[in-house]
């Protein structure tokens, strides 16, 4: 059973275009949702994160909206770069422990 | 070296062949991870040492063998593996076990089963 499910599986987005990628979580007792970069031919990095006691997180051109009721969270990449041209995981966790689950992944593709 | 390395970057086993993916962290974490990512799951969480205990086994099969003999290096030892064996196995470190300790994960070891 997928707990987290990412969509959409692909992406491409044209440079300086915004980028939206979805995540949807079953488990409520998660209560830490962290996006993870990965470019090819290395490990996933932490990109940003956020818990549900707030509903939008902003780090530069990247924002996290949270939406608890809906059991729903999102990942906005802002003027989108050919540089941000990677996978991107949604994870989830409880407090107890660091055990992550992942979603699918998303291989956003930014073209010039 | 910085960071969590991983050696073999690629291996090729055939089913009988027993060998053993290798994980280095030279950032004074003292919990390690090992993770399998398939192309058509999502990431797996396999194993959690913290302090080289063993704390998580997530329904892996006994094939997959982890070792922890100290906290900075992590090994999973791989014998009798099937084809769908095949993935990237990636390991990550931590801090600590609770939440805020940032992961941060080496490259990976790109196996396939033959």
């Known amino acids: 059973q997928q707990q987290v499910k990412q969509s959409p599986q692909s992406l491409i987005v044209q440079k300086g275009g915004i980028s939206i990628i979805n995540c949807a979580y079953e488990?409520?007792?998660?209560?830490?949702f962290p996006w993870y970069q990965q470019f090819p031919g290395k490990g996933p990095a932490l990109l940003i994160a956020?818990?549900?006691?707030?509903s939008e997180k902003k780090e530069g051109r990247f924002t996290i909206s949270f939406n608890k009721s809906a059991k729903q969270f999102s990942l906005h990449i802002m003027d989108s770069q050919p540089g941000d041209s990677a996978t991107y995981f949604c994870?989830?966790?409880?407090?107890?422990?660091?055990?992550?689950?992942f979603g699918g992944g998303t291989r956003l593709m930014v073209k010039p | 070296e910085t960071g969590v390395t991983q050696t073999p970057r690629h291996l090729v086993m055939g089913m009988t062949n027993k060998k053993s993916l290798k994980c280095e962290q030279h950032?004074?974490?003292?919990?390690m991870y090992w993770y399998k990512q398939s192309a058509k799951k999502p990431l797996e969480l396999m194993f959690v040492?913290?302090?080289?205990?063993?704390?998580e086994n997530n329904s892996v099969p006994s094939r997959f063998s982890p070792e922890c003999p100290n906290s900075s290096h992590l090994f999973l030892h791989l014998h009798t593996l099937q084809p769908e064996d095949s993935a990237l196995y990636l390991c990550?470190?931590?801090?600590?076990?609770?939440?805020?300790?940032?992961?941060?994960f080496g490259p990976g070891t790109r196996l396939t089963v033959t």
């Open positions: 990550a470190s931590s801090q600590g076990r609770g939440q805020g300790y940032e992961q941060y």
């Open positions: 488990n409520t007792a998660f209560d830490y």
């Open positions: 956020i818990r549900p006691d707030v």
């Open positions: 994870a989830a966790s409880m407090d107890a422990g660091n055990m992550l689950t």
């Open positions: 950032l004074g974490h003292n919990a």
């Open positions: 040492y913290s302090l080289e205990e063993r704390v």
